[in-house]
Each structure stands twice: as C-alpha cells, then as structure tokens.
C-alpha cells in the first residue's frame, strides 16, 4: 500500500506558475512510477506527466510539454509537478499517482489548481 497526499494548489493567475507536491508513505517509494493527471469539471481525467524511478527524462503530454515539469526526489519519498504560463484551461484538480506494470494503482486525494484570466 502507498499513501499519496498532494498540496501545493490554489489560485493563480494567467501567466503565472505553482509548484505542486506529492508526498509518499508506505511502500518503497522508488518502485514506482510516478504520474500526474488532472481532472477538469465535466471531464475525463487526463495524463499529463510519468517520472520512473530511475529519475530518467519524464514523459510528457503533448498538452502540457515545455510549460510544465515532472520531477521527483526518493530520499524524501516525494515528486513535483512545476507549472508555468499557468493558462485558464489548466483549471483542474490535479492528482498524482503510483503506477505499476503501466496502471494507476494508487491515487492522492487531488489538489485543486484554478487559473483566473
């Protein structure tokens, strides 16, 4: 079992940049792969971003490549999502999660980001 707690939403205005974390307890952390997604109202959640273990090159969305980044520190059993040029349509909660053999197998609770233009 993995806990995943997010924080660091809130509002920000368009242009601007946050800086979301993931804290883990439980299993080894470096096990897994670690994702983020986002949830808009009214849809699906979407992928945004996969940071391995290894601490290789994360791999990203096409929606969101070059404004945000995945990244991750297992010493502190924690991963972080920077965001910037922060637009109206990245309004969302935001989750991440630990992945295993390619599926989401834990989840956070979410951490609202809402961008104001």
């Known amino acids: 079992q993995v806990q995943l707690v997010e924080s660091g939403g809130g509002l920000v205005q368009a242009g601007g940049s946050l800086r979301l974390s993931c804290a883990a307890s439980g299993r080894t952390f470096s096990n897994y792969v670690i994702g983020w997604f986002r949830q808009a109202p009214g849809k699906g959640r979407e992928f945004l971003v996969a940071s391995s273990w290894s601490g290789g090159r994360p791999y990203y969305s096409d929606s969101v490549k070059g404004r945000f980044t995945g990244s991750r520190d297992n010493a502190k059993n924690t991963a972080y999502l920077q965001m910037n040029s922060l637009k109206p349509e990245d309004t969302a909660v935001y989750y991440c999660?630990?992945?295993?053999?390619?599926?989401?197998?834990?989840w956070g609770q979410g951490t609202q980001v809402t961008v104001s233009s």
């Open positions: 999660a630990a992945i295993e053999d390619g599926d989401p197998k834990y």
